[in-house]
């Protein structure tokens, strides 16, 4: 009889594609890299949306932000939308969540009730007796708070009680905890009571329990760092030192001929309002010129320190892999839901700026004997595209009438070098002040918002740091023109079709 495939998921969020150790010496990931030996890095993934939700909703659904709805932070995705969990259980697979899940918001509606949000996020006995199936997860356990938010609770403030964490809320800013607000850099919690720690010692023991059980599983084990703020406990706080490594900067005159609202980050005194059409605010959309070059370094310092820190906890995760025996029948792949800023054109955090370092993400596979081993490869990965690679590598029916994603199982496999020839990220706040959308292919970048007459277009292999935006060079108007007209192609081609067609009327 032929096993199905395992399939463990294990994210970060917000770590930028060039923070893994193999590829980079100034940082130290060894259980990452183990990862890049044993299998293959993927050098140019992409997030169909530089932010948390419309990300994540597209690993578990297949869809851009567009189609499943969950557009933005602060929306929800469908309960009714097929999703990758929805479609293994059909096939005899057991599936489960632990760490992040953030495909609700914080607040809760009649119309769009929440699950993530206050009270019921605080509300320790719900959530020791929910036993609810969560978009195609048999068992979660979740979080929501990075770091020390106040908005912890769930079954990571269930398990540091059970820890015998009695004071957890010392380690949380107000109104959940009493942290002092003006602590930086150095997290005051112990190690043992992190959330890294809890995450991987959950992964594991539903590991243990699928492996006792012979069970055909979906794990994702959802990391919360090195999402900011950046905060992590000792000895993690200190182990980079900030004037060893490459600070990322502006390059004068850079956003010269960008549109308007790169200019505008870098003015003392933003005024950003123009970019407001509803009572919520625009991620990314103030001044970032007010971070001097200690901070900028301290920053990046600790940043760092919070990736070596999860990577030590991913490698607890491998480790169990392989004492119970599972590592040649399971599929892991290590990913994050989209990138980071730190210093990069003048940038800090997130938002509207699609730049790689935003859009593009680490990729790793492992499949023993069917995934190569330490080989790195430049075909075009999208997260849209896992749930549908991962549903054919487990010969699961039916799902593509339902993802727009592509299959990229032969190019995993290494039998097939491309399987799509463009990307499209989105990005939408407003109903048409903050909306754009990019296309993507071996060369070229362009960026399109929309009812605007402004745009980018980058060179990525003459400009790979994109410090020089053709959008109105005359020399690259027949360029412009084909880009976009093969975005338009990539639009069309990602359309859905739901059922084949089965009648001439």
Same mark, same amino acid.
């Given at each position: 009889?032929?096993?199905?495939?395992?399939?463990?998921?294990? #994210?970060?969020?917000?770590?930028?594609?060039?923070?893994?150790?193999?590829?980079?010496?100034?940082?130290?990931?060894?259980?990452?890299?183990?990862?890049?030996?044993?299998?293959?890095?993927?050098?140019?993934?992409?997030?169909?949306n530089?932010?948390?939700?419309?990300?994540?909703?597209?690993?578990?659904?297949?869809?851009?932000?567009?189609?499943?709805?969950?557009?933005?932070?602060?929306?929800?995705?469908?309960?009714?939308?097929?999703?990758?969990?929805?479609? @293994?259980?059909? !096939?005899?697979?057991? #599936?489960?969540?632990?760490?992040?899940?953030?495909? =609700?918001?914080?607040?809760s509606?009649?119309?769009?009730?929440?699950?993530?949000?206050?009270?019921?996020?605080?509300?320790?006995?719900y959530?020791? !007796?929910?036993?609810?199936?969560?978009?195609?997860?048999?068992?979660?356990?979740?979080?929501? !708070?990075?770091?020390n938010?106040?908005?912890?609770?769930?079954? &990571?403030a269930?398990?540091?009680?059970e820890?015998?964490?009695?004071?957890?809320?010392? &380690?949380?800013?107000?109104?959940? +905890?009493?942290?002092?607000?003006?602590?930086?850099y150095?997290?005051?919690?112990?190690?043992?009571?992190?959330?890294?720690?809890?995450?991987?010692?959950?992964?594991?023991?539903?590991?243990?329990?699928? $492996?006792?059980?012979?069970?055909?599983?979906?794990?994702?084990?959802?990391?919360?760092?090195?999402?900011?703020?950046?905060?992590?406990?000792?000895?993690?706080?200190?182990? /980079?030192?900030?004037?060893?490594?490459?600070?990322?900067?502006?390059?004068?005159?850079?956003?010269?001929?960008?549109?308007?609202?790169?200019?505008?980050?870098?003015?003392?005194?933003?005024?950003?309002?123009?970019?407001r059409?509803?009572?919520? +605010?625009?991620? +990314?959309?103030?001044?970032?010129?007010?971070?001097?070059?200690?901070?900028?370094?301290?920053?990046?310092?600790? /940043? &760092?320190?919070?990736?070596?820190?999860?990577?030590? &906890?991913?490698?607890?995760?491998?480790d169990?892999?392989?004492e119970?025996?599972?590592?040649?029948?399971?599929?892991?792949?290590?990913?994050?839901?989209?990138?980071?800023?730190?210093?990069?054109h003048?940038?800090?955090?997130?938002?509207?700026?699609?730049?790689?370092?935003?859009? $593009?993400?680490?990729?790793?596979v492992?499949?023993?004997?069917?995934?190569?081993?330490?080989?790195?490869?430049?075909?075009?990965?999208?997260?849209?595209? @896992?749930?549908?690679?991962?549903?054919?590598?487990?010969?699961?029916?039916h799902?593509?009438?339902?993802m727009?994603?592509v *299959?990229?199982?032969?190019?995993?496999?290494?039998?097939?070098s *491309?399987?799509?020839?463009?990307?499209?990220?989105?990005?939408?706040? =407003?109903?048409?002040?903050?909306?754009?959308?990019?296309?993507?292919?071996?060369?070229?970048?362009?960026?399109?918002?929309?009812?605007?007459? /402004?745009?980018?277009?980058?060179?990525?292999?003459e400009?790979?740091?994109e410090?020089?935006?053709?959008w109105?060079?005359?020399? /690259?108007?027949?360029?412009?023109?084909?880009?976009? @007209?093969r975005?338009l192609?990539?639009?069309?081609?990602k359309?859905?079709?739901?059922?084949?067609?089965?009648?001439?009327?």
């Amino acid at each position: 009889m032929v096993l199905k495939p395992n399939i463990l998921l294990i #994210t970060t969020d917000q770590q930028h594609w060039n923070t893994i150790g193999a590829f980079n010496s100034e940082i130290l990931t060894p259980n990452i890299d183990r990862l890049v030996k044993e299998g293959t890095t993927f050098s140019r993934a992409y997030c169909p949306n530089p932010t948390c939700t419309p990300s994540r909703a597209s690993i578990i659904t297949g869809k851009y932000p567009s189609q499943h709805g969950a557009w933005s932070i602060g929306t929800k995705l469908s309960e009714d939308e097929p999703t990758l969990g929805k479609e @293994l259980i059909s !096939n005899g697979y057991t #599936t489960s969540l632990i760490g992040k899940a953030h495909f =609700q918001p914080l607040q809760s509606s009649d119309e769009f009730p929440s699950l993530e949000s206050y009270p019921i996020l605080q509300d320790l006995d719900y959530w020791k !007796n929910f036993n609810q199936c969560f978009y195609g997860f048999n068992h979660v356990e979740l979080a929501r !708070n990075h770091v020390n938010e106040p908005h912890v609770g769930q079954h &990571y403030a269930i398990w540091m009680e059970e820890k015998g964490c009695g004071n957890w809320r010392d &380690y949380f800013l107000p109104p959940t +905890g009493t942290m002092d607000p003006a602590q930086e850099y150095t997290w005051p919690i112990p190690e043992k009571f992190h959330y890294n720690t809890w995450i991987a010692e959950r992964t594991n023991e539903k590991l243990k329990e699928y $492996k006792d059980h012979e069970e055909p599983f979906f794990l994702w084990s959802s990391f919360f760092d090195p999402h900011l703020p950046y905060l992590v406990p000792e000895p993690w706080d200190k182990m /980079y030192d900030p004037d060893k490594l490459t600070i990322p900067s502006l390059k004068e005159g850079e956003h010269d001929l960008n549109p308007p609202h790169f200019q505008k980050t870098q003015e003392n005194e933003a005024d950003f309002s123009e970019y407001r059409e509803t009572e919520f +605010g625009n991620i +990314g959309f103030h001044s970032h010129s007010n971070i001097t070059e200690d901070q900028k370094k301290k920053d990046m310092a600790v /940043y &760092y320190g919070m990736i070596s820190m999860l990577d030590k &906890y991913v490698g607890k995760i491998l480790d169990q892999i392989e004492e119970l025996g599972l590592r040649e029948n399971t599929i892991v792949v290590f990913t994050s839901d989209h990138g980071h800023l730190f210093g990069q054109h003048g940038l800090h955090d997130k938002g509207g700026f699609h730049y790689e370092d935003l859009l $593009k993400i680490p990729f790793l596979v492992r499949y023993p004997g069917v995934v190569p081993e330490n080989k790195v490869s430049a075909s075009l990965q999208s997260l849209v595209d @896992l749930a549908p690679t991962l549903l054919s590598l487990t010969k699961s029916d039916h799902y593509h009438m339902k993802m727009s994603g592509v *299959d990229q199982s032969e190019v995993w496999k290494g039998e097939n070098s *491309d399987a799509r020839d463009h990307i499209i990220c989105e990005f939408r706040k =407003q109903p048409t002040r903050v909306h754009q959308k990019t296309f993507v292919n071996d060369r070229y970048k362009i960026t399109v918002y929309y009812n605007q007459n /402004y745009g980018e277009l980058f060179d990525l292999e003459e400009d790979p740091n994109e410090w020089e935006n053709l959008w109105d060079d005359d020399d /690259y108007q027949g360029l412009k023109k084909e880009l976009l @007209l093969r975005f338009l192609w990539g639009e069309l081609g990602k359309e859905i079709l739901p059922m084949p067609r089965i009648a001439g009327a």
